[in-house]
């Protein structure tokens, strides 16, 4: 029981975590474009790579995407139909499906830029870049969820074919059976608990590792934010100049 709970507490922080996640990185998605209306850079410079929150993102993403692949080949080792390959099969296909959410809020960003490219300091081989990447990562995400929606069918017809087998009638020392079945069944048992306690072990350091990815990625969105607050205040004051020198010409020509 305290094992369910404990497992119930890891993916509610996940969930949680991961939404955190996604609110900033749809946040930092759109703003390296925003709209025409409200443009980060509105001289039209060019952004560096380490100032674009693109790249951020992107950044962010693709270590989504190794953690991703390494908890796959973990996967891919496990005995099948085993309670821990049943609870990494779950993990990977909520992993890829946030992980294609990220990328589709990137790829709307995209769109958004391509509108005007000049407008916003970028031309078309970079959004051709851009585009090329998202879809690869949709290419690599969408590869993983096949394979493990693939073996989880496998073993699903698996676990039913030996339920099967295991209602036919055996004649041959049915004690000694059932007495090496429950020894069987203790010695599973344990063993899944202990592999339980290090993959709860193991998702507590990815989600420290996360949450402090959310805590970069808030950090620079806070920054665009007074960026563009200081910018609209430049344009404020450029505008009051403008029909203050508008009406001394005025005065002048009259």
């Known amino acids: 029981m305290s094992e369910s709970k404990n497992r119930e507490s890891g993916s509610q922080r996940t969930e949680t975590t991961i939404v955190s996640l996604f609110n900033s990185i749809s946040s930092l998605a759109i703003s390296p474009f925003q709209t025409a209306e409200t443009p980060i850079f509105l001289t039209g410079e060019k952004m560096s790579k380490a100032q674009d929150p693109f790249y951020i993102v992107k950044e962010e993403i693709q270590d989504s995407i190794d953690k991703l692949q390494s908890s796959f080949h973990q996967w891919e080792r496990i005995p099948p139909d085993t309670g821990e390959q049943v609870h990494l099969t779950k993990e990977l296909l909520a992993n890829c499906e946030s992980i294609e959410w990220q990328v589709d809020e990137l790829d709307k960003a995209i769109s958004v830029a391509a509108r005007d490219p000049s407008w916003y300091g ?30 989880k069918e496998n073993g699903n017809s698996a676990i039913a074919m030996r339920r099967e087998l295991m209602r036919m009638p055996n004649s041959h020392q049915p004690d000694r059976s059932n007495h090496y079945s429950a ?16 993959l709860i072990k193991q998702q507590d350091e990815e989600l420290d590792e996360l949450s402090a990815s959310v805590e970069r990625i808030g950090g620079v969105g806070l920054t665009i934010h007074e960026e563009l607050l200081a910018q609209e205040k430049i344009i404020d004051e450029l505008g009051t100049e403008m029909d203050s020198t508008s009406n001394r010409l005025d005065f002048v020509q009259l």
């Open 122 to 151: 970028i031309d078309e081989a970079e959004l051709e870049s851009r585009r090329r990447w998202t879809s690869t990562a949709r290419t690599q995400v969408g590869n993983v969820k096949k394979a493990v929606v693939a073996g």
């Open 183 to 198: 020894e069987d069944n203790d010695d599973f048992i344990a063993s899944e608990s202990d592999r339980q306690m290090l």
